[in-house]
């Protein structure tokens, strides 16, 4: 017998082709509404979707974070491990786990889940970091280290967040080689260890064996790292110690431009350090450093191009140490159609306090390596540290003030005289 399929049954197949598609359809918009709510509303996304696990780690962790109410962390512990029977491989569910067993005082079972998790992926944030607290507090700072290179590794924007334990692992023997090797070895994050380091007093001694150690390796020093630990002293006012920091940290090739003024020919590649020759951007003048085989016409030293602006500040400085007694200061220079409507002046001031000690004028024109110089002395007083600074007499950006035309500076020198 044949079946018969009349109107009312097509149109009843119809119906449930409809009805199916409209089934999908809201679960498919259930599904991306609760990706949508996820972070700002997880209990809203999980009534969408109870699977949504993201949404499940996001409010599970809201309540254990909750300082207004005390969470209820054996109904927290029963939701995470709850989620594990569609989400089994999910680290982070596992992370979440240890963290409220952690918080009960179940020690051995939360590191169980930690390892368990890293495991699982060796970057889950919260285990690592619970991991690098543990290995410290055991003592284990090898292990410490190699698991706070795999967070910094992969999540650099962490560094602050572990900043506070490194002086206890530095102080440690072991700690401290452990840091120095993964520092040596090449780790992306140790420019952040430096300015961190820098920071704080504490920090910069331990920084400053580290920059030493370096600077007898195959991964010596970068210039940044030792700016950031040579400002460190100067903001202390160690202005000893700076310096000594940055004499034992030049290369072999750097102490052959030694001198009362470090890289007084101002030959390229040097620059960046507070007691090298420190090159800011200034609006309406531009310099170059370049050596006498690159420049035009043989004329290497620092070039300075003004832009028919008025200039209140420049660009070019310098940190000095000179201690008490006589000194000459000599400048060569070069001018082209130069036009200096203020002063434009090498100073020499002590930093601390601050006072002018001597200034050597640059002439306006267009003269070809011209000597200038100027005695001055340094009293029994002394000062700890000084400044060498070009500037200009203007006080205020006035546009009648404009300064025109190419500065050549060949070589600046300091020489201490002997009467």
């Not at 009349?6 to 498919?28: D, E, K, Q, Y």
């Not at 207004?68 to 939701?79: F, I, K, N, Q």
């Not at 090298?276 to 070039?303: C, H, I, K, L, M």
């Not at 601050?354 to 306006?364: D, F, G, L, Q």
Request: glycine content about 8%; aromatic content about 10%.
């Amino acid at each position: 017998m044949t079946a018969q399929t009349g109107p009312l049954a097509r149109n009843l197949g119809r119906s449930s082709i409809w009805f199916v598609a409209f089934v999908l359809v809201l679960a498919a918009s259930s599904t991306g509404l609760s990706r949508l709510l996820e972070t700002d509303m997880p209990g809203i996304s999980m009534a969408l979707d109870p699977l949504n696990v993201d949404a499940l780690i996001d409010d599970v962790a809201g309540d254990l974070n909750d300082t207004a109410t005390p969470p209820d962390l054996d109904a927290l512990y029963s939701r995470a491990s709850g989620a594990l029977r569609y989400n089994v491989g999910d680290a982070r569910l596992y992370s979440l786990m240890g963290e409220i067993e952690y918080r009960q005082g179940k020690q051995d079972d939360a590191y169980a889940l930690f390892d368990h998790a890293r495991k699982l992926s060796k970057t889950e944030i919260h285990a690592l970091k619970r991991s690098i607290g543990h290995s410290v507090e055991i003592g284990d700072l090898s292990k410490a280290i190699r698991e706070l290179d795999t967070l910094l590794r992969r999540w650099p924007d962490q560094f602050p967040a572990v900043a506070e334990g490194l002086p206890a692992i530095l102080s440690n023997p072991d700690g401290y080689h452990a840091l120095l090797a993964a520092i040596a070895a090449g780790a992306p994050w140790r420019a952040n260890l430096f300015s961190a380091l820098g920071k704080t007093r504490p920090g910069l001694d331990f920084a400053n064996q580290l920059l030493l150690d370096l600077a007898g390796s195959g991964a010596p020093p970068k210039s940044g790292e030792l700016s950031s630990v040579i400002t460190g002293y100067i903001v202390q006012k160690e202005y000893e110690q700076a310096y000594r920091l940055f004499l034992f940290t030049l290369s072999d090739e750097e102490r052959k431009l030694g001198g009362y003024v470090f890289n007084s020919t101002f030959e390229p590649g040097y620059d960046g350090k507070p007691f090298d020759w420190q090159v800011r951007d200034q609006p309406g003048v531009e310099v170059t450093f370049a050596t006498s085989q690159d420049a035009v016409e043989g004329d290497g030293g620092a070039t300075l191009r003004f832009l028919d602006t008025p200039i209140k500040n420049t660009a070019l400085q310098q940190y000095i140490e000179l201690p008490p007694g006589s000194y000459r200061i000599s400048l060569v220079a070069s001018g082209r159609n130069l036009k200096l409507p203020k002063e434009l002046f090498w100073a020499i001031r002590c930093v601390d306090p601050v006072s002018e000690i001597a200034r050597i004028n640059v002439p306006e024109g267009t003269f070809n390596r011209q000597s200038l110089s100027q005695e001055f002395s340094v009293g029994p007083a002394g000062c700890p540290m000084d400044m060498l600074r070009l500037e200009t007499a203007a006080i205020a950006e006035s546009w009648r003030f404009r300064y025109i035309g190419t500065l050549v500076m060949h070589k600046l020198s300091i020489e201490r005289l002997s009467y």
